[in-house]
């Protein structure tokens, strides 16, 4: 068993930045696909960004492209997302997820371990 505990969220200003951090314990997650999702109120579950376990090949959904970058230090077990230029549409809980495959993937299904979450708010 993994849990995954992120961190980092909060209230911030339109085009401001943050950084989330989502930390691994009970099992490694080096050598695992890493993910980060967000959920707004009333809408589906939707894919931001995935990494590999090497942290050179990355994956984004297409309206973050620019602005996050998903990062990860596989000696911390942890995995980073810098959110910069943010938006009120980005407002959302924000989810890391570790993924049942090596190829990033921008799929729900394709993820077995979800952390609880951390609310990200952008006011305009």
């Known amino acids: 068993q993994v849990q995954l505990v992120e961190s980092g969220g909060g209230l911030v200003q339109a085009g401001g930045s943050l950084r989330l951090s989502c930390t691994a314990s009970g099992r490694t997650i080096s050598s695992y696909t890493m993910g980060w999702f967000r959920q707004a109120p009333g809408k589906e579950r939707e894919f931001v960004a995935a990494i590999r376990e090497d942290g050179r090949n990355t994956d984004y959904a297409d309206s973050v492209k620019g602005r996050f970058t998903i990062s990860r230090d596989n000696a911390k077990n942890t995995i980073y997302l810098q959110m910069n230029s943010l938006k009120p549409e980005d407002t959302a809980v924000y989810y890391c997820?570790?993924?049942?495959?090596?190829?990033?993937?921008?799929?729900?299904?394709?993820?077995?371990?979800w952390g609880q979450g951390t609310q990200v708010t952008v006011s305009s």
């Open positions: 997820a570790r993924s049942k495959y090596i190829l990033t993937s921008e799929a729900v299904s394709a993820y077995d371990y």
